[in-house]
């Protein structure tokens, strides 16, 4: 019996982890390329090292600005933050584009991550070199979609040229027929397809690519040796062919079911799987899940801040999303090696290989899931925690706030008083502001729900949700109806204090002047004359200080407007104007306690009022002293004798009407 040799999985490892690193230096070279033929249409020099060049993040702000028709002037400077300043500029570009970039920030990119370099230069690629091409066929540009449309176009394109049959962007083009047969189908008249059938593979490839630059302006982003190998780079050759796809004819694309056209091409006439196409899949999926497992492996700790762990959480959402997509691919190989097994056409060696093949895989993408589970649950339990904690805390400040609410008194009675008021008021909008940046957080809530959660925990959480934004919105609405009226009653308050200081000046005045004149012996008629013009004067005043004392009820009037009705400020009010009505009218009684005692001295004193404009009288006042006769004309502006004034009882507004 042959003794067959057990094939060590970690060899399998190695070997694919070797092909991987092949493609990495073949996307790195046909990536370079294709960023230099963008600078080169604005004469710009070109990268050399894409990983080194990128890393100050000049170069690629120059791209974008080409590729998006946007100013983005980098910073020249040598230090790490000029430089990570100019990667973020451009990851938010690419952002303000719609670039989907997954796990990608600035220090990747500075610090010449090979494999982040690559899947964002591949994510420009893809949106630049596809959008302006594609869009009206490709409704979303997903991978997949890509995909299926490009190789169908393919297809179609080159069915019927001999020894071609494109099923995949790998081996269908090694030996480089396939991309001759499309520049044949549009330029037939440009070379001899059949003469193309007995030359190498390097040939066939060298001829496609001169052809390709010379005649459709196709820049040579590939070198025959990229191709002409094993396992061909599937993104460099899907690039090529986009440049293709770009300036040839592609309308009335039948688009095929790829994973259905795969299956079926794997099978040969016989119904058996293609040893050949199986390996192949198989390394393409190897490759990812190689790359998935780096992803995870290198993904940060759970963090402890609510935007960072929504950040993880949304990232991880698309990095499941990649892992549900993979799986039918997943199994497929599996069924695949399954198949060749029972098909018996291969030998022990290849049997026991793929064995070991499909238990690596099949391990391998186990663990991935539960790792990937196992965060996902992490992040779930994070997340719901510390919104969790944000609601407890939203609920202790607004107990808080109503607490603080209940116990605020009315609107001071002292203008001191209110302005003390104001200045606490704006302590608390301030702490307000503060809380309204963890409220808007609370807006992008994430919901957490998985199979522990009982049927009506959402709805749970909805309700809470609601409670907490209605006592929110009470609260703001208190807090804008307050400050309104402080300010109110401060400004008219305000005024009302100085007119109220002016007036009572005015008549401490009068109340001196009236004093003196009381002292004033009336002993001839000069003396009383000037008593008289003193008093005229006084009464001109009177007339004049009546208005303000009107405008003075007013006001106060407005401030009583903005207290509740309670308020001792109301009577605070009403208790200063009946004082000033008392003096006014004790001013009154004496100008004519000073026109009796002229009388009881012996003089005659009368007045006549002559109306001469409607803003003017003229007042002759005339004293008789025995046979002599004393007469004195003053013009004034009083039109009234009689002076008085009327106080108004200031109420308070109805608190229903004040709310309104």
Not at 226 to 248: A, G, H, R, T, W
Request: hydrophobic residues 40%; proline residues 2%; contains cysteine.
């Amino acid at each position: 019996m042959a003794t067959v040799q057990q094939a060590d999985p970690s060899n399998t490892t190695l070997k694919y982890q070797r092909q991987k690193d092949e493609r990495v230096d073949v996307q790195k070279k046909t990536f370079a390329k294709w960023v230099n033929s963008q600078l080169a249409k604005r004469n710009e020099p070109p990268i050399s090292d894409l990983f080194r060049d990128l890393q100050d993040g000049q170069k690629l702000l120059v791209l974008l600005e080409l590729l998006c028709n946007v100013k983005a002037k980098p910073e020249r400077g040598k230090m790490r933050v000029h430089h990570l300043n100019n990667v973020n500029k451009a990851l938010q570009i690419l952002q303000e584009h719609n670039v989907k970039l997954v796990n990608i920030i600035s220090n990747d990119v500075v610090d010449g991550n090979p494999k982040l370099i690559l899947g964002l230069v591949w994510s420009i690629i893809l949106h630049w070199q596809v959008k302006d091409v594609m869009k009206d066929m490709v409704t979303n540009l997903h991978q997949s979609n890509l995909d299926r449309t490009l190789l169908s176009w393919c297809r179609q394109v080159t069915a019927g040229y001999e020894q071609v049959n494109i099923r995949n962007f790998t081996t269908s083009w090694s030996d480089g027929l396939a991309f001759n047969a499309i520049i044949h189908k549009f330029r037939p008249h440009l070379f001899d397809y059949q003469s193309l059938l007995g030359k190498d593979a390097n040939h066939n490839l060298n001829h496609a690519f001169k052809l390709a630059k010379d005649q459709l302006g196709v820049v040579s982003l590939l070198d025959s040796e990229d191709v002409n190998c094993e396992y061909p780079d599937k993104k460099s050759i899907m690039m090529y062919l986009m440049c293709f796809f770009q300036v040839l004819p592609h309308s009335n694309i039948a688009t095929e079911d790829l994973p259905a056209e795969f299956r079926a091409e794997y099978l040969s006439s016989t119904g058996s799987v293609d040893l050949n196409m199986y390996q192949l899949s198989l390394e393409e999926v190897l490759t990812w899940l190689l790359e998935a497992e780096e992803k995870l492996t290198a993904l940060p700790p759970v963090g402890e801040e609510v935007d960072v762990v929504k950040e993880q959480f949304q990232a991880h959402e698309e990095f499941m999303l990649d892992l549900s997509e993979h799986q039918n691919q997943v199994g497929r190989v599996l069924q695949e090696g399954n198949q060749l097994i029972l098909d018996g056409s291969i030998s022990d060696e290849e049997e026991n290989e793929i064995r070991v093949q499909m238990s690596l895989l099949g391990d391998r993408w186990e663990s991935l899931r539960l790792q990937s589970m196992d965060r996902q649950s992490k992040l779930h339990e994070v997340l719901a925690s510390l919104q969790q904690q944000q609601l407890d805390a939203l609920d202790n400040w607004l107990s808080g706030a109503e607490e603080l609410i209940s116990k605020q008194g009315p609107i001071g009675a002292e203008l001191a008083i209110v302005n003390s008021q104001v200045v606490e008021h704006k302590k608390f909008q301030v702490d307000l502001e503060k809380q309204q940046r963890q409220v808007n957080l609370l807006s992008n809530m994430v919901v957490v729900m998985d199979e522990n959660s009982s049927a009506d925990a959402y709805e749970a959480l909805e309700l809470q949700l609601k409670t907490l934004s209605d006592r929110w919105a009470n609260i703001c609405r208190w807090t804008e109806d307050r400050w309104l009226r402080l300010q109110e009653v401060l400004i008219n308050w305000s005024h009302f204090a100085e007119e109220e200081a002016r007036f009572d000046e005015w008549l401490g005045v009068k109340e001196k002047e009236l004093r003196l004149m009381e002292k004033v012996e009336l002993d001839n008629a000069k003396t009383v004359a000037t008593q008289v013009k003193n008093l005229q004067v006084i009464q001109a005043e009177m007339e004049l200080q009546r208005g303000k004392f009107t405008h003075l009820n007013d006001t106060a009037q407005e401030v009583a407007n903005h207290l509740e009705k309670s308020s001792p400020a109301v009577n605070k009010l009403n208790t200063s104007l009946q004082e000033l009505s008392l003096r006014w009218e004790k001013v009154v009684k004496d100008m004519e306690l000073q026109s009796n005692r002229i009388g009881d001295a012996g003089y005659h004193y009368k007045a006549a009022v002559v109306p001469k404009e409607k803003s003017q009288q003229v007042t002759t006042h005339v004293v008789q002293e025995g046979n002599a006769t004393l007469t004195e004309t003053t013009t004034t502006t009083v039109q009234q004798a009689n002076v008085f004034i009327q106080v108004r009882n200031i109420r308070g507004m109805d608190e229903r009407q004040m709310l309104k």
